[in-house]
């Protein structure tokens, strides 16, 4: 199995798929961009550069980036073409499975027979995919979120068939261009569309509902939980809470909201066990020595007082509402103006 991929092919050359192949480019991987035709394909590399170009003259990339990418990023005309001496091709197209079918079968047959496969898709199954490929132990999905070029999280969703053994490359790969990987197992919506829509789903309840407006929902979410979600995500949160005090309030939203908040089982069996997180020195999946704690509350009081800062310095997102300004009376008045 490689060991090192050194050459990429990116099949789709929207802004997705320009987002992969600039900041691999910026990391000194040779990068190939190709699409439907040549033209969309030499048009996805030159705006890669002018985005490039952009952000080097802002100062969010260091002097010397677009020089790199231009070096490094090619277009091809055809998919064959990028495909042909890849160690790595990752199909970036829409999300229909029969369109997905259609280019990673041309991408199996022009590839070489040791060289990895990827799909960016975010919500259809390994499964559903790999039986278009020559090969199917060298596909995986390798799901880049949007934008591509700033999300620093990449998931690594393995299938049945996939070889476990390609995974320490991508990491690699990642890791070149300060991406991090995560390997998830082939479960619907993986990890992180999972999360992403359950929350998703009850923000919006929420406001149907009439509890909350949209803009103080989204308050809520930006100052409390995805304030501290960077630093500490919610599995850790569980440790720092709490294990005892979580399932207590889980019974007391299924009390009053149904199944869907009972507790997991694997939470209920680790508070019979006496887990009760870090304030007992036992968490969850790992248990915590005194000294460890001493440290991890001066870190989130570095962390914390550091997001403070930042967000006090970029200000609201332009063109939204300013928090607070705004209370559900004055939405259903201005909204029969």
């Known amino acids: 199995m490689m060991e090192r991929i050194e050459r990429v092919a990116i099949v789709g050359a929207g802004y997705m798929g320009t987002g992969i192949a600039q900041r691999l480019a910026a990391a000194g991987v040779t990068v190939t961009v190709t699409d ?16 490039v170009a952009r952000d080097v003259e802002a100062g969010l990339l260091p002097a010397g980036t677009t020089e790199a990418v231009a070096a490094n990023l090619s277009a091809a005309p055809t998919l064959e073409e990028a495909a042909r001496d890849a160690d790595f091709i990752e199909e970036v197209v829409p999300e229909v499975l029969e369109i997905k079918h259609d280019v990673l079968a041309r991408i199996s047959a022009a590839a070489r027979p040791e060289a990895i496969i990827g799909s960016n898709t975010s919500t259809i199954p390994v499964h559903r995919m790999a039986g278009a490929v020559e090969g199917p132990q060298r596909f995986l999905v390798v799901h880049w979120s949007n934008p591509a ?6 998931e690594l969703v393995v299938g049945e068939h996939t070889d476990h053994a390609l995974l320490a490359a991508v990491k690699e790969m990642l890791a070149r261009a300060d991406w991090v990987g995560a390997v998830v197992g082939d479960a619907p919506g993986f990890v992180l569309n999972r999360l992403q829509y359950a929350l998703v789903r009850e923000a919006l309840l929420l406001v149907d509902e009439g509890h909350a407006t949209a803009a103080d ?5 930006r100052t409390t939980l995805g304030f501290r979600m960077p630093f500490i995500p919610p599995i850790a949160m569980l440790d720092m809470a709490g294990l005892d005090v979580y399932e207590k309030c889980f019974g007391l939203l299924q009390d009053e909201l149904g199944e869907r908040f009972s507790a997991p089982e694997v939470l209920t069996e680790a508070v019979a066990d006496g887990r009760h997180g870090m304030k007992n020195g036992r968490g969850l999946f790992r248990d915590y020595p005194p000294e460890t704690l001493e440290e991890i509350n001066a870190w989130r009081a570095k962390a914390y007082t ?4 930042l967000l006090a310095d970029l200000g609201p997102m332009p063109g939204t509402q300013t928090p607070g300004t705004q209370t559900p009376d004055d939405t259903h008045e201005e909204s029969h103006a």
Not at 217 to 221: E, G, I, K, S
Not at 306 to 309: A, C, F, K, P
């Open 149 to 154: 070029h700033l999300v620093p999280g990449v």
């Open 36 to 51: 439907a035709t040549p033209e969309l394909a030499e048009a996805g590399r030159d705006r890669a550069l002018r985005d």
């Open 217 to 221: 929902v989204d308050t809520v979410l």
């Open 306 to 309: 550091g997001m403070s800062r």
